[in-house]
Each structure stands twice: as structure tokens, then as C-alpha cells.
């Protein structure tokens, strides 16, 4: 053994090492910023930042997501199941109260709340089940904030026979506790995350770690646009859906486009999915509302393109909350689902175009709008969907009579009334 | 020239810098020199560290609380660099903070602080035009992950990008120690020696002198991470002392001179 100190045992070459062949292998290493639109990235977003051990996964996610997506028998199938047993199509709803209350635009109110299990999040859920079932894994993994993705990930793995583990902040198990109890119920095993913030980023660590070890039996059912490549492209298509149905159903109530469209963003799933369609549609608003939380400061809020930068977390490149070393920030927000540093990468595009505009909305806005739509619509709306009833309120009188607006309820209350009971104290 | 060890298996020692606190760290790393570490990664802490286990998730924590940050961590390296001018240097990130500094200016100062090679854990190969671009352009070796799940031809690609050496991860996995040593690793190794002729290290779960012993058998390289940074949490107060006495024993199973040098 070597005993004296300091001795010359490694040296590491540096460029002068001339053996070394860039590229090589008929790979380009230059994708980078690239710019250009190729699978995975939205203008310079998205990508896949994973670790090694990952990737070959991922390879074969989306090898089996682009087979299944041209296969018939397999689009039937899920549109039988989103027919009869999410209960798609959801209703387009005409808020009349609403509307006469704010004294501007038309109100509609896309029902993502009427689907089995409360919200949006089944269409994804019953996408990529059947997809575990084309790769032949028996195992699902899944991350939860407001326990709504959690709850839809139970559902589709009682339906079709996964186990199932659900990994969720302890933060979110408090102030979710019925959304905890269902997952429970439908068989599901539901695993406290101590770290950090406790709540949905380090619900997605620990997912992410589990997944790491146990990839070659395990699929991850991520639920959100968010994370490595192919998953914002994915649960965008399987959300899709939400905006097909509701351009079908404007047309067919109004004869023309709504004037703008309000959804909330956590990740952005519900509000992709209500947009994709209208993208084209250049004269349609696209709003997103985040979650503005308590204040400006950083970690009082969710507000990613108010305090955020581009950088990378969980997979991929898009808008962070995060310190001036590249630290991750802690967020804050009275919606569970909402309260994420980072936002999928297909809205950092979105953005950055111009396309969409997205604002915040506050705790205190998100909770008078819930008590306004219960109270002229008779619907409680999930504290997340809140914050996009807030912000029509904002908008609706600023808009002609003549203008329509949509808003996407992306899921029902009744697994907030513990923090709704709390806050607005009515009894 | 390639990467030379002049023992077989080297020592690889892997600390989360910043934790206790970075004067500390630099204690640590002197005395793992001493005590026959070959090369040491520098670990930076990263608040979302997906692909680490408990052990280094809480040493990230502790050093962040602390404020650790990764400039401070090149300052640190610069330092050690003056103490020990022939150990190779690694530094071992995630993404992000590279980012926020900026790429050119992170490579830029690793450079100048001494720096020999960078390892970023979530940025496989596909991803890291710029960066590889940037590497090259500051003299910094890039050295990246292979898995046991990579097939072959994302082995090759993997090699291609790499200089220096190749990290393998010996079993699907966060970092952490483990009983047995998985099939996996030497599998993984004796795939990358049909596609590289660059030294192979071996890490994830190595954290015994016999585990050392046993890897050594078939890899260039041994990288011991989780059982160091589990020393430093035992050792409150003796960190530097204990982190060395643990090298020694590791170090006593390696340091068969240069006779099986590649």
C-alpha cells in the first residue's frame, strides 16, 4: 500500500488527450439549445435530465407511447373507457348567475369536476394504465400534490390489477386527508415524503428515486406535463381531450370561439389540455393562473413566471423558482395541486411566444371565488380550479357582452372541505 | 494520454461539501489524500438531489442550511489544489447550479481553481452538446454515468463523451450502501471494456474494505460515497480524523502498485 502522502496516483487528461473523438458514434452532441422543434423540446424547454439509469426507460416510454398512439385497437379501447367509465365528454356549462353577477362576457364552465374520481387527472391515468399493460409491468408509481392524480393512479390500478404506491408530501397528507383515505380504500399504498417543503416537488423525488431502483419492474404514471421527455408530450395528448370536446361544444352553443380561456397551472396539465386545441386559434386568450399565494416574496408563492428562471428540475428545462446559487425555492400555496417551483415546459414556450399569458391568483382570491361559484352556480370547485373562477372574475367585466370565456373546472371541492371549513369559518 | 491509475483498484472518495461546514471539508479531503484516496469527487449539495439516498439527501441538507453553494465549493477546491497538486479533482453536481452560474463561467473557474474533471448526475449524453462544447473549450474532463440499464449503444455514446474514466453505477439505485454487491456491476463493466478502452470506476453502495476487494477484482476504480459521508455524520467533531482512519482500511485491500496498471 501507498504510504507516502501526495504522492502522483491520478491524472486526468485534459484536452490534449487527442484520442478522443467528439461525436463519434453517429451521435450529435450539439442538441442543446438548439432551437429548433425536435421530440421532447418546446422551443429551448423540455428535454430529459435524468440519471443514467433512467434513460433507457424513457427510450422505451415513448417507443411505446408513439406504437400506441397509431394503434387503433388502442385509442378505441381508451376512449371506451374515458366514455364509460371517466364519463367523457364532460358538459360544457353555461354560468348564467355567474355571468349576470360580473356583468361582462359569457361564462362557460368545462365540467372536468363531473369525471369519476372528482378532476381531469383520470384521462391521463387511464392513458398511460393502458400503456403499462402494452410494456407488461405490473408496478405503478406516482407522485401526488392535492391527492387528485394520487387518487386517479389508485383508480386505474384497482381497474386494471397494478400494485401501486403512491408517494406524497406529509405537508399534503395533512391538508388532504380524505384524498390519503381514498387512495387507501381503492388498495393503493400511500408513502409519507419528510423532505424538504413536504409537499408535490419532493413527492416527485421520491418517486423518482423509487423509480431509479426499480425501473426494470416499475412504471412511473407521472401526473402532470412535466418531468423528462416523452412525459409533457404524452400527458398533453391524453389531456387533449379537454380542449377537442370544448371548441366541439362552443361552436355548437355559440356558433363562434370564446374570446379567452381560463385554467389554472400547477404543473399545467388541465390548462394544456384545455389549450392545445385553440392554439391555432390565435384570437383566443390563453390563460393560465398560478398560484400567487400569500405574497412576492420568494417561497410565499407558486408564481413561476412572476420570480422564476429557466433552469432544471425533475427532468426538465423550463421555468424555476429558485435562489441566485440555483437552489430550489420553497413555495407556497393553500392549493396543494398548485404549489410546485416549477411549470411544464410547453408553457415556458407558450410563454415566451407570446401565446399565453399567465397570472396570479392569490390564496384569499382563490377562496372568495370559491364561495362565489358555490354560492351562484351551485358547484364548489377544487381550491386549484379556484384560481381560474378568480381570475374570470377579474376578467368577465372587462370583456364585451358579446365575448365568450371559458374556464376549465379541472376537479370538484370535496377533498378541500377540511381547508375551506378552516379559512372561511361559516360555521 | 489516457487516465492512469497506478494502482489497482484506486480509491475514489466522494464528500458532500459544506457539510459539517467547508473548512471541515477541506480537512476531510486532506486527510483522505494522506490516507491513499487517488481522486476526490467534491459533492455539491443540491436541494432536490433525485439520484442520492438518505444519507447524502441529509449531509445536502445540513450543507445548504450552512448556505453552501457552488462557487464556494470551487473556492474550496482551488484550496485543496494547492495542497495536493497531483490528486485528481472531480467535481459532482447536479445540473442547476451549473446553470445559474453559467456553463463558461462555472468551467471557467473550475478550471482556474484546479479542477480536473466535472461529472453532472442528471445530464445524460444527448443533453450535453453545450456543455461537453464547454468542457472542451476550459481543458476539463467530462466523466459520465453508465447503468446497468444502458444498453450497448447507449454504452458506446457514453464512452465517446467521456474522458478520463468512465463512472459506473454498480445497480439500479440511489446512492446508499448495500449487503451484496448486484451481478449487475460486473456485468456493466465487462460490457463497457468491449466498448472503451478508458478506465472503468465503479460506484453506488460500495462501502466496505471486502466490497472494495471484490470490485477491484474487475474495475480500474472504486468510488466510495454514502460510507464516507456517513463517517463524517458519526464523527461530530473528529470528522477529518475518522474519514481518515476509514480511507486506511479501504486503502489497505487496494495499493497493489502499478504491475496491473492499465
Not at chain 1, 54 to 62: P, R, S, V
Not at chain 1, 391 to 402: G, H, L, R, T
Not at chain 2, 167 to 181: C, D, K
Not at chain 2, 185 to 204: D, E, I, S
Request: one cysteine or more; a positive charge.
Amino acid at each position: 500500500m501507498a504510504t507516502a502522502s501526495k504522492i502522483s496516483k491520478v491524472k486526468i487528461p485534459t484536452s490534449g488527450n487527442t484520442r478522443q473523438k467528439w461525436g463519434t458514434h453517429g451521435v450529435d452532441l450539439s442538441r442543446v439549445s438548439a432551437g429548433k422543434h425536435e421530440p421532447g423540446r418546446f422551443g429551448v424547454y423540455g428535454g430529459r435530465y435524468v440519471p443514467e439509469t433512467l434513460m433507457a426507460a424513457l427510450e422505451e416510454l415513448e417507443r411505446e407511447y408513439e406504437k400506441a398512439k397509431r394503434d387503433r385497437k388502442f385509442q378505441a379501447r381508451l376512449d371506451l373507457l374515458l366514455k364509460t367509465y371517466a364519463g367523457r365528454p364532460t358538459p360544457l356549462f353555461f354560468a348564467r348567475r355567474l355571468t349576470e353577477k360580473l356583468g361582462g362576457a359569457k361564462i362557460y364552465l368545462k365540467r372536468e369536476d363531473l369525471l369519476h374520481t372528482g378532476a381531469h387527472k383520470i384521462n391521463n391515468c387511464l392513458g398511460q394504465g393502458l400503456l403499462v399493460e402494452r410494456m407488461g409491468k405490473h408496478r405503478v408509481i406516482a407522485e401526488t400534490g392535492a391527492g387528485q392524480h394520487g387518487v386517479a393512479t389508485a383508480t386505474v390500478c384497482a381497474l386494471l390489477g397494478f400494485e401501486c404506491v403512491v408517494y406524497m408530501g406529509t405537508e399534503d397528507m395533512r391538508r388532504q386527508e380524505l384524498n390519503v383515505f381514498r387512495m387507501r380504500l381503492l388498495g393503493a399504498e400511500v408513502r409519507g415524503v419528510n423532505s424538504g417543503s413536504r409537499t408535490l416537488k419532493d413527492a416527485i423525488n421520491e418517486a423518482m428515486r423509487d423509480w431509479v431502483t426499480n425501473v426494470r419492474t416499475t412504471h412511473y404514471l407521472l401526473g402532470s406535463v412535466l418531468g423528462a421527455h416523452p412525459y409533457p408530450t404524452m400527458v398533453r395528448d391524453f389531456h387533449r381531450v379537454i380542449g377537442r370536446e370544448a371548441r366541439a361544444q362552443i361552436l355548437k352553443a355559440e356558433g363562434k370561439l370564446p374570446a379567452a380561456i381560463i385554467a389554472c397551472v400547477g404543473g399545467g396539465s388541465n390548462s394544456i389540455g384545455i389549450f392545445y386545441d385553440f392554439i391555432k386559434d390565435k384570437k383566443v386568450r390563453l390563460i393560465g393562473v398560478e398560484a400567487g399565494g400569500r405574497g412576492e416574496a420568494l417561497g410565499d408563492h407558486a408564481a413561476r413566471f412572476r420570480g422564476g428562471s429557466p433552469g432544471v428540475l425533475q427532468g426538465t428545462y423550463s421555468y424555476v423558482l429558485q435562489d441566485s446559487a440555483g437552489q430550489i425555492a420553497l413555495t407556497h400555496s393553500v392549493s396543494a395541486g398548485l404549489d410546485y417551483p416549477s411549470i411544464g415546459p410547453e408553457h415556458a414556450a407558450l410563454r415566451d411566444a407570446g401565446r399565453a399569458e399567465y397570472l396570479p391568483a392569490s390564496d384569499a382570491e382563490a377562496l372568495e371565488a370559491t364561495t362565489l361559484l358555490a354560492r351562484t352556480e351551485g358547484i364548489i370547485p377544487a381550491l386549484e380550479s379556484a384560481h381560474a373562477v378568480a381570475e374570470v372574475i377579474k376578467q368577465a367585466p372587462k370583456m364585451k357582452k358579446s365575448d365568450i370565456v371559458i374556464v376549465n373546472v379541472s376537479g370538484r371541492g370535496d377533498k378541500d372541505v377540511g381547508i375551506l371549513r378552516e379559512s372561511l369559518k361559516l360555521d | 494520454m489516457p487516465l492512469t491509475f497506478y494502482k489497482k483498484p484506486a480509491l475514489v472518495a466522494y464528500v458532500t461539501c459544506g457539510d459539517p461546514d467547508l473548512a471541515t471539508t477541506r480537512e476531510i479531503v486532506l486527510a483522505a489524500i494522506e490516507a491513499g484516496a487517488d481522486a476526490i469527487e467534491l459533492g455539491v449539495p443540491f436541494s432536490d438531489p433525485v439520484a442520492d439516498g438518505p444519507v447524502i439527501q441529509r449531509a445536502s441538507e445540513r450543507a445548504l442550511k450552512r448556505g453552501t453553494s457552488l462557487g464556494q465549493v470551487l473556492t474550496l477546491a482551488a484550496e485543496i489544489r494547492e495542497q495536493a497538486q497531483s490528486t485528481g479533482l472531480i467535481v459532482f453536481s447536479y445540473l442547476n447550479p451549473i446553470l445559474r452560474m453559467g456553463l463558461d463561467k462555472f468551467c471557467k473557474v473550475a478550471r482556474a481553481a484546479g479542477v480536473d474533471g466535472v461529472l453532472v448526475t442528471d445530464l445524460p449524453v444527448e443533453e450535453a452538446g453545450a456543455y461537453l462544447r464547454a468542457m472542451r473549450e476550459h481543458d476539463l474532463s467530462p466523466i459520465f454515468l453508465a447503468a446497468p440499464t444502458s444498453p450497448d449503444d447507449r454504452l458506446r455514446r457514453i464512452a465517446a463523451a467521456s474522458q478520463g474514466f468512465v463512472y459506473a453505477v454498480s445497480r439500479t439505485g440511489v446512492t446508499g450502501q448495500r449487503q451484496q454487491l448486484a451481478e449487475d456491476a460486473r456485468k456493466l463493466v465487462t460490457r463497457l471494456r468491449r466498448v472503451t478502452k478508458l478506465p472503468v470506476a465503479l460506484g453506488f453502495g460500495i462501502s466496505t474494505p471486502e466490497q472494495f476487494a471484490e470490485v477491484g477484482e474487475f474495475a480500474d476504480a472504486v468510488v466510495v460515497g454514502s460510507a464516507i459521508v456517513e463517517t463524517i455524520e458519526r464523527n461530530r467533531g473528529r470528522e477529518a480524523a475518522a474519514v481518515g482512519e476509514f480511507v486506511k482500511r479501504l486503502s489497505a485491500v487496494s495499493g497493489q502498485p502499478s504491475a496491473v496498471a492499465r
